[in-house]
């Protein structure tokens, strides 16, 4: 019998709801700009006019790669490998790095593929729960207890989808040294790495010699249309292994998408503090928003990243709440059970709201009305 993958439940609901829905408020990634906007920032038109159409190298174009590296502060061109968007670095990564008689663990709520590819391959894993009542913090002793001598991989993402979590730094150290001591590999989805609101963490990559860290342009960058991502790691037989795996999905990327984003990676800097100007901007419509309605719900601003993942209150359920937002209001929101666990608990009246598109207004309004009728 043929091994299928389960439905990607939060991407199946999209598909259902995305581009039918009048107010999509569920969005992980910031405002995105249009080519012209971007080429604005640095780019050179003529050069991108002069593209040929052909195949780029598997490991990325030497600008793109060039271009990622300096956003860390150990790692090298050579320490990266580009691939379609994280999602496809995250499919190979978990398949080589924990497998049949190996163990995992992950954090939940979190990023479904993650868990799924791995508990398909044939890992074992666990879950360690980001506790709603402590801030959705990271538990370093839960890790530490749930360790075992076959644990090959612990993934984390932070800040964390869809919860906006982040560890502070004694925590964020403590897991790279713990992750060191045990012999198990860290890998760290960084894809919202640049929307904290304080100074970011280190990167995995630039504090362990073995850990990988996912980027991508997608979610802080708001480029998803480009479907560029990367992993730095500074063990090369790692990537070298993983460079293998790609040729059996994307072979490499497009072309003109690693231009732009080698345009988009020059203007870093003014590009995320947009997207942080537009996440701050949201924050206070939100902020009023649940203010109003603080009896069906319970509001806890994020640590980073363009969404969160507040509690309704209602006695119909968030699932209920969630339905009759997008079918009556025209506005998605994504309920609790889209990031349901099969290793561990994530709290049923829970949704989660996106913070990083412009002018929520007319959705926060639509479901303003929905909810005084």
Not at 2 to 7: A, I
Not at 144 to 172: E, I, K, Q, S
Not at 221 to 242: F, K, M, N, T
Request: a negative charge; hydrophobic letters at 45%.
């Amino acid at each position: 019998m043929r091994s299928r993958l389960p439905d990607f439940r939060l991407e199946t609901y999209f598909s259902r709801w995305e581009f039918v829905a009048r107010y999509n408020l569920a969005g992980s990634d910031a405002e995105t700009l249009t080519i012209g906007e971007l080429l604005e920032l640095g780019g050179d038109r003529d050069a991108f006019d002069a593209l040929r159409l052909g195949y780029v190298e598997t490991w990325g174009t030497p600008e793109l790669r060039e271009a990622i590296a300096a956003t860390y502060e150990r790692c090298t061109p050579d320490d990266v490998l580009v691939f379609a968007g994280a999602e496809e670095a995250i499919y190979w990564s978990v398949q080589l790095l924990a497998g049949p008689g190996d163990h995992a663990i992950v954090v939940v709520p979190g990023y479904q593929s993650t868990e799924t590819v791995l508990l398909e391959g044939g890992a074992d894993v666990t879950a360690v729960p980001l506790d709603p009542a402590d801030g959705w913090r990271l538990d370093l002793d839960a890790v530490r207890a749930a360790l075992r001598p076959t644990t090959t991989l612990v993934a984390v993402n932070f800040p964390n989808n869809p919860t906006g979590a982040l560890p502070d730094r004694a925590t964020w150290q403590g897991l790279v040294e713990l992750c060191a001591e045990a012999g198990a590999r860290l890998l760290s989805d960084e894809v919202y790495r640049g929307l904290e609101f304080d100074a970011p963490l280190p990167q995995a990559a630039d504090l362990s010699d073995t850990a990988l860290s996912v980027g991508v342009m997608s979610k802080a960058y708001g480029l998803p249309g480009l479907r560029v991502g990367w992993i730095a790691c500074r063990d090369h037989a790692v990537l070298e292994a993983l460079e293998r795996h790609k040729h059996y999905t994307s072979i490499c990327n497009a072309g003109p998408s690693e231009h732009l984003a080698t345009v988009a990676l020059h203007a870093r800097e003014r590009i995320l503090a947009r997207n942080r100007g537009i996440v701050s901007a949201n924050l206070l419509l939100v902020d009023a928003f649940f203010a109003k309605h603080g009896d069906l719900f319970e509001w806890r601003r994020p640590d980073g990243g363009c969404m969160a993942f507040p509690r309704y209150r209602g006695a119909d359920g968030v699932e209920a709440w969630c339905r009759r937002a997008v079918e009556a209001a025209g506005v998605i929101l994504l309920p609790a059970s889209l990031y349901e666990s099969r290793t561990g608990p994530v709290p049923a009246d829970r949704f989660r709201i996106g913070l990083g598109r412009r002018d929520p207004a007319p959705a926060l309004q639509a479901l303003d009305a929905l909810l005084t009728v």
